[in-house]
């Protein structure tokens, strides 16, 4: 069973920039993705990334502001924010997607994903 750590989470002024990693314990040759749940809100998909091909979604939210990338000798996959804004307030979390018909990559979808990490804190302030 892969496990997953985050870390990387902190407070951050409007505008500004934080690099979140997901440490595996083991490689993985498939879709990894980032996710995020604010209080009062559903957790939602950021974006994704196949290990091996390097190809990325994300969710229009975040698109040209948030920047998936993997370093495979490390067994870790990061997200770089920029100009970071109040409502990307949330916890953050990385997972892997599962196995089974219905779940895809580019979907973004929590319920496809598994192998939750434990999350880590991302707070931005006006």
């Known amino acids: 069973q892969v496990q997953l750590e985050e870390s990387g989470g902190g407070s951050v002024q409007a505008g500004g920039s934080l690099r979140l990693s997901c440490k595996a314990s083991?490689?993985?040759?498939?879709?990894m993705g980032w996710f995020r749940q604010a209080p009062g809100k559903e957790r939602e998909g950021v974006g994704t990334?196949?290990?091996?091909?390097?190809?990325?979604y994300y969710a229009d939210s975040v698109k040209g502001r948030f920047t998936i990338s993997q370093d495979s000798a490390k067994n870790t996959l990061y997200l770089q924010m920029d100009s970071l804004k109040p409502e990307d307030t949330a916890m953050y979390y990385c997972?892997?997607?599962?196995?089974?018909?219905?779940?895809?990559?580019?979907?973004?979808?929590?319920?496809?994903?598994?192998?939750w990490g434990q999350g880590t804190q991302v707070t931005v302030s006006s």
């Open positions: 997972a892997t997607l599962r196995g089974g018909i219905g779940a895809y990559c580019y979907n973004i979808d929590p319920p496809d994903f598994e192998n």
């Open positions: 083991e490689f993985s040759n498939y879709c």
């Open positions: 990334i196949y290990w091996r091909s390097d190809t990325t």
